[in-house]
């Protein structure tokens, strides 16, 4: 079985600082590492993922991740923070010896940019 | 390029009531998958249709089936309405049924069973 945790329900971060909103995950076979974004009565938003390669992923709105095996990690990082980047955070995995698009989400984190 | 729409927006229904939620795919999208977010949680997968046939289902019971059609729009049907079966009903599409990508989602359906 595949899962996913997102140990922190919130992040607060000041705008221009660096923001870091963790995941890790587990699989049985290769992951394949997503992170999606929900604005409020919205629905989610692609923003990056991992199948293979470089472990550093970079994705829209200067969001980037890093995928790090050893660790089962793929934490989302950004340089600057904008007020806009406020919502709510999901990580998700695919098992790659699954077909199909069955993700398997975290319980989301939601960010918090104060100005 | 349309995106993924999602009918209705809202609706309010009484348990053991039945609900169909219609969803129309991204144009040139052919695979439809089907997720269930209740309040303050992770979106948790239902089912997937590719060329009009379920070929992923997620821990949920028959109660809750779905339909594709030859347009590639599909419906998730829920009979014997639950209290626990509020929530937000997202539909998301993608080009291909096992190619992986990223998964195109509509706004979805906030579901309230009273």
């Known amino acids: 079985a595949q899962s996913v945790a997102q140990p922190e329900d919130q992040v607060n971060v000041a705008e221009g600082n660096p923001l870091t909103v963790k995941c890790t995950y587990s699989?049985?076979?290769?992951?394949?590492l997503f992170w999606y974004v929900q604005y409020p009565n919205r629905g989610l938003q692609f923003l990056l993922k991992?199948?293979?390669?470089?472990?550093l992923v970079k994705g829209s709105y200067g969001f980037e991740a890093e995928f790090n095996k050893s660790q089962t990690s793929f934490h989302l990082k950004k340089p600057s923070a904008l007020v806009s980047d406020s919502a709510l955070y999901f990580c998700?995995?695919?098992?790659?010896?699954?077909?199909?698009?069955?993700?398997?989400f975290g319980g989301g984190t939601r960010l918090m940019v104060k100005p | 390029e349309t995106g993924v729409t999602q009918s209705p927006t809202h609706l309010i229904k009484t348990r053991g009531q039945q609900v169909t939620l219609r969803c129309s795919s991204q144009?040139?999208?052919?695979?439809v998958s089907w997720y269930q977010q209740a309040l303050g949680q992770g979106p948790q997968f239902i089912f997937q249709?590719?060329?009009?046939?379920?070929?992923g289902r997620g821990n949920f019971p028959p109660r809750f089936s779905g339909l594709q059609f030859p347009n590639y729009s599909s419906e998730l049907n829920v009979n014997a309405l639950e209290l626990d079966d509020s929530a937000l009903y997202l539909c998301?599409?993608?080009?291909?049924?096992?190619?992986?990508?990223?998964?195109?989602f509509g706004e979805g359906s906030r579901l309230t069973v009273l």
């Open positions: 998301a599409s993608s080009p291909r049924g096992v190619e992986i990508g990223e998964l195109f």
């Open positions: 699989v049985s076979g290769n992951p394949y």
């Open positions: 991992y199948i293979t390669g470089d472990n």
């Open positions: 998700a995995v695919r098992d790659g010896g699954n077909a199909g698009n069955m993700l398997t």
């Open positions: 144009s040139g999208h052919n695979t």
């Open positions: 249709y590719y060329r009009e046939e379920e070929n």
